[in-house]
């Protein structure tokens, strides 16, 4: 991001594994994220129930402790964590993960990594600068 300061745009889209119910901490992990993506802190609690994610079953009331760690709005981040606009936002970024299958993206491994919709050969830094020049040159 910072060799393309300005030129990048950097987007983080959940794809949960499982079914899309409260029984998957995936998938509440993701609506945890996107609520909080309501109040300019997705990024924050991403990384947050990131790095906690193994506590995350045991604990039910983690993502709003951490949420208040990151001085969230917590009532208004439990509405949003409930509220059709956050549930169907994970769906579609789910739906849209499920579908690279179909253009012959077959390693889905997650974190999947695309520039402009196109896979890099590797994760290296390397492969990634060669796609987003040559991208940049267009």
């Known amino acids: 991001m910072k060799k393309y300061d300005g030129r990048v745009k950097f987007v983080l889209k959940n794809a949960p594994r499982g079914n899309l119910d409260?029984?998957?901490s995936k998938y509440t992990a993701a609506l945890w994220a996107t609520?909080?993506?309501?109040?300019?802190?997705?990024?924050?609690?991403y990384k947050k129930m990131f790095d906690n994610f193994s506590d995350l079953r045991k604990n039910s009331d983690l993502p709003i402790q951490l949420a208040a760690e990151l001085g969230?709005?917590?009532e208004q981040l439990k509405k949003d964590y409930n509220s059709s606009k956050v549930r169907a936002l994970v769906k579609k970024e789910k739906?849209?993960?499920?579908?690279?299958?179909?253009?012959?993206?077959?390693?889905l491994g997650i974190p999947k990594f695309l520039i402009n919709g196109k896979e890099p050969a590797s994760r290296s830094v390397e492969s990634w600068s060669a796609l987003i020049d040559d991208l940049l040159k267009k």
Request: net charge negative; proline share 0%; aromatic share 10%.
């Open 22 to 24: 409260e029984s998957n």
């Open 35 to 45: 609520a909080a993506g309501e109040q300019g802190k997705y990024f924050e609690m």
């Open 72 to 74: 969230l709005d917590t």
């Open 95 to 107: 739906d849209e993960f499920s579908g690279l299958r179909s253009q012959g993206m077959d390693r």
